[in-house]
Every structure is written in C-alpha cells, then in structure tokens.
Nanobody, 127 residues
Framework: QVQVVESGGGLVQSGGSLRLSCAAS????????IAWFRQAPGKKREGLSC???????YYADSVKGRFTASGDNAKNAVYLQMNSLKPEDTAVYYC?????????????????????WGQGTRVTVSS
C-alpha cells in the first residue's frame, strides 16, 4: 500500500527555517516522483516543487531560492528545507507522489498529477 507521511511542521518566526520530512512506504523513489504542495486557509492547493527520479526538481517561483527539496533513497524519504520563511508561507504542507520517472514539465504543479497524498503537516510563520 502506497503511503506518504509528512512531519516536521510547527511554529517558526519570520526569517526562520524548518525542514519537513516525507516518509514513503509501499513504494520506492526509483519509480515515483515526489511533489510538495501547500494549502493556506481559503486558498487553492499550491504546487511548490516536484522531484523526478533523476533528481531534477521543479520549483514554484514563490519558493525558488528559499526552499530546497531533497531525497534519501536509502531511507525512502524526501525532505523540504524551508529557509527565510515569511508569514505568507503559513499553510498545511503536503507531499504527494505518483508512479512515473519524471515530473510533468507542463503540469507538475497540478494536484491532479498525483495519485497519493499524505495527511499534511501544519506550518505557521509568525511575524
């Protein structure tokens, strides 16, 4: 059974950092792309990054240069390092996956691209 479970959320001050983790089970990262999304209250789910099996990663403009996605195939885990956090980064953060080698170059940021989702972890950035 394919599962992804996020952890690492919490409360952080503006300018601070957090590292989110996504533990994968029931599949390996050799044949699944991993994406990070977030959803703030009253807003649509926003695609933040997608990492292909070759390590290539797409980033949304809103987080490029501040967030870094990485993976550890040995641990079957993926991480999202978030630096220079802003109050507008406050949201529930999700990892998602689907069985394919490469992120879609034209639609990686669309939630419909991913079959499996975690339950989310909440990040709150105070000003």
């Amino acid at each position: 059974q394919v599962q992804v479970v996020e952890s690492g959320g919490g409360l952080v001050q503006s300018g601070g950092s957090l590292r989110l983790s996504c533990a994968a089970s029931g599949f390996t990262l050799d044949y699944h792309v991993i994406a990070w999304f977030r959803q703030a209250p009253g807003k649509k789910r926003e695609g933040l990054s997608c990492t292909s099996t070759d390590g290539n990663t797409y980033y949304a403009d809103s987080v490029k240069g501040r967030f870094t996605a990485s993976g550890d195939n040995a641990k079957n885990a993926v991480y999202l390092q978030m630096n220079s956090l802003k109050p507008e980064d406050t949201a529930v953060y999700y990892c998602a996956t689907t069985p394919t080698y490469y992120c879609s170059g034209w639609g990686w940021y669309a939630p419909s691209e991913y079959n499996y989702w975690g339950q989310g972890t909440r990040v709150t950035v105070s000003s």
